[in-house]
């Protein structure tokens, strides 16, 4: 079983790689099965889309995407720290992965050089982060026009999101919810 410390890539290039992160107050992972799950429902998506991992924290979801042949994954992250550890990662594993080190509000107040086919948002519970930050990227000009978006919240939680967005898959694991949206913006 793999320790608090670390992740296993499930499927891809990397396949059963163990990757370790930092130990940080408040970083969560997303779980393997919860990955497992939400890549299945992406299915051939990831292959060659350009991915936002935003709050990436231990870096699961983006080397997940960037494992399964994602063309470009762009990780955010505020934490200098885990920033640098996701730095060495994509560099160890010779990834065509961006790590960028900012707030995740004030990044997307800057119009994307072009939308994004994925986007993962997993931003740490209980802030209240959920709603702003997914009307910022569909305001923002982030999105391609039929993107998917995954956000992950407490489980108690549905999440506020554009009218744009229809919920594709949901799922529970423990206290956490996961929910895979398809954005159907209107012409």
Known sequence: MAKSSEVRLIAGRWRGRRLRFPAVSGLRPT??????TLFNWLREAVSGARCLDLYAGSGALGLEAASRGAGEV???ESHPGVVRHLQATARQLNAEIRVV???VPRFLRRPPDRPFDIVFLDPPFGRG???PVCQALEQG???TA???IYVEAEAVLTPAVPSDWTLWRHKRVGEVGCHLYRRQAQA
């Open 129 to 131: 982060q959920v709603a």
């Open 141 to 143: 000009g982030w999105l």
């Open 146 to 148: 039929t993107a998917w």
């Open 31 to 36: 779980p393997g099965i919860v990955r497992e």
């Open 74 to 76: 762009v990780q955010v």
């Open 101 to 103: 080190r900012a707030d």
